[in-house]
């Protein structure tokens, strides 16, 4: 990869993938933003132009920047020939680690030699994800928050072999996004979602026990803990499955109870809830409305 890359995949299009494309495609990369789901395409870029014509509108960008942009991004249903020249992929497709394995078992044959496959879990093992490939040094955690055009970290995660030279680009290139990288080593829910989790699923327990309502939760902790979102809101944007898979990854690697998932969660994923995503969750979220009403299920 040359110190900067120009051409960069991002694999997946959904809640985040659509965001590290427009990030990357704003400081001028060439992106090609691939899905298995057309649809998710086609959301992903409608949901790139709003936002970036909302940066327009607040004078943040020209339209000119806009359309510059909008002019650097692809996208295609056909991984192999998307990442074939790519300098750099990121990964950002579903939190489940059977995926992961096969689309890096995938990249590895797919893109050229010199490209590093970087990938957005909130929690997998980078160091697992790594071993899929014949290039463990060039594997890395870039770990964007959402939603990823505003959030200004990027968690940068070194797996077991991830060599000095993969970490420093990725770091400077973290920099070139305006975003700042934060190194962290490669342990279950590495550091923010490590903490994190543990106090949504304590929020989710609360009000599994009726201890209190949804916007009594989050109105304590958004008040009293000076939080810019309560953390049952904050799950809705997550996405509840992501919540979810996230705990069990903890679990799992820390073989602790304290990790286990409440049964409201469980349940709520398992019934289609899944917050912002699936129009409902905790709240219930309209397409184009920004009033927050808590979900009929916990009025
Ligand atoms: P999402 O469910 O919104 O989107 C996932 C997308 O991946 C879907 O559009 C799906 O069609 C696509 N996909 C599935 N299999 C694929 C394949 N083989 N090839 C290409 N695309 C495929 O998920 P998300 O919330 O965007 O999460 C993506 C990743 O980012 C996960 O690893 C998650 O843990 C991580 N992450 C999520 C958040 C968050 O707030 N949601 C924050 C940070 C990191």
Redesign the pocket.
Known sequence: MSDSPQKVAV???????NGIAHVFAQSGHNVTL????SA?LERAKSTIERNLERLVTKERITAQDKESALARLKTSTE?RGAVSDADLVVE????RLD?KL??FEQLDAAAPSHAILA?????ISITKIAAATQRPDQVIGM????PVPIMKLVEVIRGYDTSDATTEKVVTLSKQLRKTPVEVNDYPGFVANRILMPMINEAICSLHEGVAGVAEIDEVMKLGMAHPMGPLHLAD???L??CL??LKVLQDGFGQPKYAPCPLLVNMVTAGKLGV?SGEGFYTHEKGSKELRVSPAFA
Do not use: C, P, R
């Open positions: 694999i997946g299009a959904g809640t985040m993938g691939v899905d298995v789901n998710a991984m950002a497709a579903t939190e995926l096969q689309i990938t957005n879990t909130s929690s770990h964007f928050m959402n944007f997550i996405g499955d992501v898979s996230i995503k």
